[in-house]
């Protein structure tokens, strides 16, 4: 069953449309909290159609997902009452607050790598908002992660055009994955040393 495939695909359907603006906002709302598409799918192609309006592009694309980030985190503050009194009966009351302290303790660099990189940005979102970590660090990560990556990848699809798109997508996994592990491992480090 192909799932992921036919979505990517209406999404580069999406990003030629004439409302693609709304689409990618909407999208890039929605992948904050549940769509399983990041907008990048849309907005390189978009990028690459209008490359004098990649600095808006990136803009909306940001503050959607941001706002997205917001609701996921209400979400996941809401979610946990619900869910506590289970998760008491099954004992997971220790790991929840394992993972609560390291959110507490690193909450801006755990958003901000969820947020730049293709972990799915989601379930941080929601962790947040369960985990109780503050709102400053979590629209600051968001607002830094998202913008950041957003506007490399508008502004470098716009400048380097079609062949650095077919690059771009080609090692956006890699890329990621590599800035994941570098924030990492200085996490480590800094847990550590400190």
């Known amino acids: 069953m192909k799932l992921f495939g036919p979505i990517y695909d209406r999404c580069l ?7 693609a603006p709304r689409y990618l906002a909407a999208l890039s709302l929605s ?20 490359p004098r309006r990649w600095v808006r592009l ?28 289970w998760m008491l009966q099954l004992g997971w009351d220790h790991a929840f607050h394992q993972v609560q302290a390291l959110f507490m303790r690193y909450g801006f660099w755990i958003v901000f ?12 979102t929601i962790a947040s908002g369960a985990t109780g970590i503050g709102l400053v660090p979590f629209l600051l990560g968001s607002l830094i992660g998202r913008g950041t990556r957003f506007f490399l990848v508008a502004g470098l699809i716009a400048w380097g055009g079609e062949r650095l798109e077919r690059v771009l997508r080609r090692y956006v ?8 592990a570098l924030v990492g491992v200085a996490l480590v480090w800094l847990e550590v040393r400190g």
């Open 173 to 180: 996994e890699a890329l990621g994955w590599t800035v994941a």
């Open 58 to 85: 990136a803009a909306l694309c940001t503050l959607a997902s941001v706002i997205g980030g917001l609701l996921g985190y209400a979400l996941g503050y809401l979610a946990l009452e619900l869910i506590w009194p």
């Open 113 to 124: 790598v969820a947020a730049f990189t293709p972990i799915p940005y989601k379930v941080f």
């Open 13 to 19: 359907v999406w990003a030629a449309h004439r409302h």
């Open 31 to 50: 992948e904050s909290v549940i769509f399983p598409i990041p907008p990048d799918v849309m907005l390189a192609p978009m990028a690459l159609a209008t």
